[in-house]
């Protein structure tokens, strides 16, 4: 069975930082990829930045040039650095992961919420 847990989220000023993580147990998939997602209140779950079984980065508009996702397939694990955070980015982030890179991802964690105050 294949479980994401997150971690990182928080409180913060406009134009601080954060770093979100997430690391994939159970996982059986031969290439998969890893992603971001966020939901803002009211509003429906949106895509906001993935990381290809090569290695290859995918972001939203909004946010290309301030968050940088990385991972390491050797531990299972995904990160979301978020720089120049701006309060529309306050949000519940989800972590997900599909098989290979093309398709619905199949598996999501909790969330964790991150919230910038102006």
């Known amino acids: 069975q294949v479980q994401l847990v997150e971690s990182g989220g928080g409180l913060v000023q406009a134009g601080g930082s954060l770093r979100l993580s997430c690391v994939a147990t159970?996982?059986?998939?031969?290439?998969?990829?890893m992603g971001w997602f966020r939901q803002a209140p009211g509003k429906e779950r949106v895509f906001v930045a993935t990381?290809?079984?090569?290695?290859?980065?995918v972001y939203r508009d909004s946010v290309r040039g301030r968050f940088t996702i990385s991972g390491n397939n050797a531990v299972n694990t995904v990160h979301l650095q978020m720089n120049s955070l701006k309060p529309e980015d306050t949000a519940v982030y989800y972590c997900?992961?599909?098989?290979?890179?093309?398709?619905?991802?199949?598996?999501w964690g909790q969330g964790t919420q991150v919230t910038v105050s102006s």
């Open positions: 997900a992961v599909r098989q290979g890179d093309a398709g619905a991802y199949d598996n």
């Open positions: 990381i290809t079984s090569r290695g290859v980065p």
């Open positions: 159970g996982l059986t998939f031969r290439t998969y990829s």
